[in-house]
């Protein structure tokens, strides 16, 4: 089959094109022809080496597709059954074998790109606005990033959820992408001197209730500064780079503020979190709540760019690579 193997860590050039071994499903997996491969910031950091994997390995942890083979044992899946994923490695591939219990079904009505695009993402959004922090109707928030493919997920379903969505972007088109997902208010970051005072009078300088962060770095100080009293940042990546250490005083000094890490890990641990979470993202795909917007598709072949597209920042939306 073709793939994209890793050999060594290291920029989008070590997105090598392979020939490889055909996998056979072991027990527990099901083998599954990937008709569509998401492209996620984790993803770069497993190439750079940020987050270790052994060496070699196929990249990518979020894919859907056909079922085309059974392991044993296995009872719950079968032949023919469409099937998505987004916390497996080995989905930059034309056929992955996967646990049968990280898999969850694909409802009718729901497009093989649909599913790709909401597995790692629309979970993620999922777990942010429910668990890491608990939007309720009224509440303020400020997305970072507002026109990437987490950023406009949050903005939709915050918004769906009663919040009022304020986001940060980089250009006027990135603009009126976050605008239309709902956004009520989006600050154009490379124009202002000021991100947190700018957020800080859109509140009438209260500040909002929680930052949804993914950006890191370059985006944290102001993050923080633009918390009320009590505020939550959720610091769920970083796309920017890592954020140094943090003095927990600052904490305290900021107004008792609250500072979390979350990973989608940690929030479908079993079989039975993880389908309950990617049904409810899924009903909302398919009653409109949720649009997933494909905004780049690449050739298998190509990762390379995909990868320094996503970088570089010159995508908005989903990012598909496709077998």
Known sequence: MRAIQITTTGGPDVLTPADLPTPEPGPGQVLVEVAAAGVNFIDTYQRQGIYPIPLPFVPGMEAAGRVRALGADVTDVAVGDRVAWGDVAGSYAELAAVPAARVVPVPDGITDEQAAGAMLQGMTTHYLLHDSYHVRPGDDILVHAGAGGTGLLLTQLATALGARVITTVSSAEKEALSRAAGAS???????????????????????????????????????????????????????????????????????????????LAHHVITTEELRTRAAAVLAAVADGTLDIRIGARYPLADAKSAHEDLQGRRTTGKVLLTP
């Open 185 to 263: 208010d989006v600050v154009r970051y490379t124009e202002v001197d000021d991100l947190a005072a700018e957020v800080r009078a859109l509140t009438g300088g209260t500040g909002v209730a929680a930052v949804y962060d993914g950006v890191g770095a370059t985006t944290f100080d102001a993050s923080l500064a633009s918390l009320r009293i009590r505020g939550t940042l959720v610091l769920f990546g970083a796309a920017s780079g890592p954020v140094p250490p943090v003095d927990p005083q600052r904490l305290n000094s900021g107004g008792s503020l609250f500072l979390t890490r979350p990973t």
